[in-house]
């Protein structure tokens, strides 16, 4: 039985939005005639150097293309997309100039604060002119130590226009967790803030920054952000001192590096991995435009922070001249329906949020159709995990009947998506719609062929242009090959164990691969557990990993109950059957046990590994990229006491 037939359809796009949006003009514009969506995307990967280049001219990138498209483009590794472009990411960023919000930033307490386009320009040019004073030049890092804000995107676009090299990750970050980052890239100005707000309390960080500057040598200055009080630090000295005219844009390679973001490093320090300027605007200009049919009446909201890659994606959205929202602080404090009363009060027409959110709000009961305006929401967007299909019906019985749900996933390492929302498509619950335009996606069993309804590998097997320009400091490429491409010879290995419909062609993620059980030998996705267990209205959350046991593996299921709740017989039981009835017999955990909470990575992933190396009495390497490393001890403390 394919998932579609499992699956039942939740939503499709209306005569309007089939007529109208950009996905249907970017077919006509290349006289591509039907609205058959497959038919399109198997042209667009077996034709991906003409793909690209006319994404480039729907888009208007502003810079020169060059007369090559695509060099080694049958070696994935050492492929390189538009080798003679020039172009200017900030610039591309930057093009309109006038009275339309270009970021709106809404912090804990309800502060609101609104920069138009035209302001936008004169800040950017400003600060860029302060980090021209302190040295910065090409190539150059600069480490940002910030909350989500409208100065960090400011601090960004005027970094990026200079050519220098940008690095963020959020002040929420403990010491540790920010040196194991920017000590391995060196840079050579330090942005950051003394403290910030969350869950209506103010947290002081200003020891962190001052600890980061003395443990990394090659930071020569710091510029401080104050939140706290109405004191001048160097933003208000940016704008006070230095020039209001126009943005000089110096244009650079396609592959002129951009970013350098890290991966989650809950196994060791976290990789650097650089991404380039062009890939990563063209391919966020497809994502937005073609996939999320963003454009300058847009107003974009995600919910998220500076040190996950979905703030990168969201900046991007001003290439498009839409409205980007911006939120700093706790999503359901004061209440609940903090941020889905952010939709009504901003207008927002695209809101995303990890999918954690969205079955925390479930539990927590909020109906927002109940009580808000929604009328301007067109798309939901959900990631950062595999979102469970209860909260599919959630999302459509209790937010939004009329809206895509766009389910999407890829990550840090592409710095956007393999598999997306598609406006011609229908939703099927629990089902991504399908795989972006030019990225050739598939499934693939273990011994390398590409699969359809059954559990594999999520690969890519021909180049695209946002994939990494390198590692950092990474001799030969070492690790990059390692980390990608020694699963399956010139194929891309992204490490998400996932499901292809043979009718649909729309995608599920069942976890990570690394994550993946193996009782008897038998592969399951942790996500397949997940959506069982926390649909039950007794469990908050839960963890399950394999444990090494009388020379098999075990799958033990740790589980968070509500609180009047207790995890006794009668409930093991419940949980047992409700996996056995629904999954196979292979599923059913050897035992579950009560946690009082599950260690997440930062950006709100379960850290399923951390959790596997402590239960078998190994030292979890890096506790810093955890946001809750101290919930470690309970799994400890039950090794010991002989509880697992």
């Given amino acids: ?216 040598p090659s930071v020569e200055q710091v510029l401080t952000l104050n939140l706290s009080t109405n004191s001048r630090d160097d933003f208000d000295r940016a ?103 952010l939709i009504e009060e901003e207008k927002i027409t695209e809101f995303g949020a990890g999918a954690k959110y969205y079955s925390t709000i479930q539990k927590l009961n909020v109906i927002p159709k109940k009580s808000l305006d929604l009328s301007y929401l067109k798309v939901v967007l959900s990631t950062g995990s595999p979102l469970a299909p209860d909260s599919f019906d959630y999302i459509y019985r209790d937010i939004k009947s009329d809206v895509q749900l766009a389910s999407i996933a890829g990550g840090t390492d592409i710095v956007s998506c393999f598999v997306l929302g598609i406006p011609w498509l229908p939703v099927f619950r629990g089902q991504i719609q399908g795989p972006g335009l030019g990225m050739d996606v598939k499934v693939f069993n273990e011994h390398g062929e590409s699969v359809q309804n059954q559990k594999g590998e999520l690969v890519c097997t021909r180049s695209f242009p946002s994939q990494p320009i390198s590692f950092w400091n990474d001799q030969e490429n070492a690790k990059y090959k390692s980390s990608y491409f020694e699963r399956f010879d010139n194929v891309w290995a992204h490490g998400d164990y996932a499901e292809l419909d043979s009718d649909a062609n729309g995608m599920v993620i069942h976890g990570r691969s690394d994550a993946v059980l193996n009782p008897g030998g038998v592969r399951i996705g942790t996500s397949e557990i997940y959506r069982q267990v926390e649909s039950m209205s007794e469990i908050i959350e839960a963890i399950c990993v394999g444990q090494k046991w009388e020379s098999d593996e075990r799958v033990v299921l740790f589980v968070v109950v509500t609180p009047n709740n207790t995890l006794d017989d009668d409930l093991v039981n419940q949980i047992k059957q409700r996996i056995r009835l629904n999954t196979t017999p292979r599923h059913v955990p050897a035992l579950v046990l009560e946690v009082s909470e599950v260690p997440k990575t930062r950006s709100g992933k379960v850290a399923e590994l951390a959790v ?3 239960i078998h009495g190994n030292p979890v390497e890096n506790t810093s990229a955890l946001a809750n490393p101290e919930c470690l001890e309970q799994f400890r403390q039950m090794v010991e006491n002989h509880s697992i």
């Fill in 612 to 614: 596997r190396e402590t």
């Fill in 239 to 341: 704008w006070e001192q230095h020039t209001t005219g126009s943005n000089d844009f110096k244009r650079f390679p396609f592959n002129h590096p951009l970013y350098i973001m890290f991966s989650s490093g809950t196994t060791g320090k976290p990789k650097c991995i650089v991404h380039g300027a062009g890939g990563t605007l063209l391919q966020h200009l497809k994502e937005h435009q073609l996939h999320t049919n963003i454009n300058g009446s847009s107003r974009v909201f995600f919910f998220t922070t500076c040190g996950w890659m979905m703030w990168n994606w969201l900046v991007s959205v001003l290439a498009s001249g839409a409205t980007m929202i911006l939120y700093e602080g706790s999503p359901i404090h004061p209440a609940p329906d903090r941020l889905m009363r």
């Fill in 1 to 216: 039985m394919t998932i579609k037939n499992q699956e039942k359809q939740l939503w499709i796009p209306s005569q309007t939005l089939l007529d109208t949006c950009h996905l249907t003009r970017f077919a006509k514009q290349i006289e591509f005639d039907s609205r058959n969506y497959w038919q399109l995307h198997k042209w667009s990967v077996e034709n991906r150097e003409s793909f690209w280049n006319y994404v480039w001219d729907y888009a208007k990138v502003i810079g020169t293309r060059g007369d090559q498209t695509l060099t080694n483009g049958e070696d994935m590794l050492h492929s390189e997309w538009f080798p003679n472009a020039k172009l200017n990411f900030a610039e591309n960023l930057l093009w309109k100039s006038d009275d339309q919000p270009a970021i709106i930033t809404v912090q804990e307490g309800d502060r609101r604060t609104v920069i138009s386009y035209r302001e936008l320009q004169t800040k950017v040019a400003q600060f860029a002119s302060m980090l021209s004073q302190h040295g910065i030049q090409t190539h150059d890092r600069v480490a940002v130590y910030l909350p989500n804000i409208a100065e960090t995107v400011v601090a960004m676009l005027a970094t990026t226009s200079l050519g220098a090299i940008w690095s963020s990750c959020s002040p929420d970050f403990g010491f540790q967790g920010a040196l194991d980052r920017f000590s391995q890239i060196h840079p050579k100005v330090l942005i950051a803030c003394e403290g910030y707000f969350y869950n209506g309390k103010y947290f002081d960080v200003s020891s962190n920054v001052q600890k980061l500057h003395r443990a990394i």
